[in-house]
């Protein structure tokens, strides 16, 4: 079990999915180069590579920023900016507070399962796509991403400093839709599904490739949400 403090803050810009790797730019420009949690950057051609604590987002259609650990601390010092403009395309804009949510959240693995979905997850990295595409069953390719959906919350797990000391169990429900992003000039397959697992994940998390600029993020589904979703499938297939 650990304690890990997280921070969400929904600013009131209007933003697009693409458009979050601008926003990062912007807010590491306003913060300072030396302030490497909010870019990963240690010089022109070195990079961090650990899990990052301070993630941008789309929530809602609005520009916003989850962060971790010692990443929240630096979140709140962005908050505390008097200079709180930024530029984008050569358009001002000032970073006005929807909401902020500060929360204690308890790492650990249960004795039940929660339900969460998971969006635009970059699951397949070069040697498992190409393992994916030489699996004919669809049970067998769902067993990989389940497998691949625990190292990256593993992946995560380390970069909090949580030892995991008990099985992570968790099942893929359902597979919403596969969709090809661009990261950094290439092509990736990218998830839309839900699961469940025994470990109580923070909302907003990102996990899997680029959850810096807002691919694969978890949100917990609620026991109502669950219920209306299932009635929507239902009913979808009833008038089908």
Known sequence: ?????????????PIEK???????????????RDKVLFHHHLDTDKYLYKYPLIQYKQINGKFAIFSLQEGSDELLKLLELKNNEIEINRKKL???????????????IWDKFFNYRITNWIALNEKNYKEYHTI????????????????????????????????????ISDIHKVRWIKYKNTGFMAFDLSFSTNLSLPNYIGLGKSV??????????KKNELLTYEQEIIQKEVYE
């Open 1 to 13: 079990m650990k304690k890990i403090k997280t921070v969400v803050v929904t600013f009131d810009i």
């Open 18 to 32: 693409e458009e979050i790797n601008l926003f990062r730019a912007a807010i590491s420009n306003l913060m300072g």
């Open 94 to 108: 000032h970073l006005s507070v929807v909401s902020l949510h500060l929360k204690q959240h308890t790492l650990q």
């Open 136 to 171: 004919t069953a669809l049970k067998d390719r769902v067993l990989l991403l389940e497998k691949t959906l625990i190292a990256h919350i593993l992946s995560f797990a380390e970069g909090v400093e949580w030892n995991v000391d008990k099985k992570i169990e968790l099942f």
């Open 212 to 221: 810096s600029i807002g691919n694969g993020v978890v949100k917990k589904i």
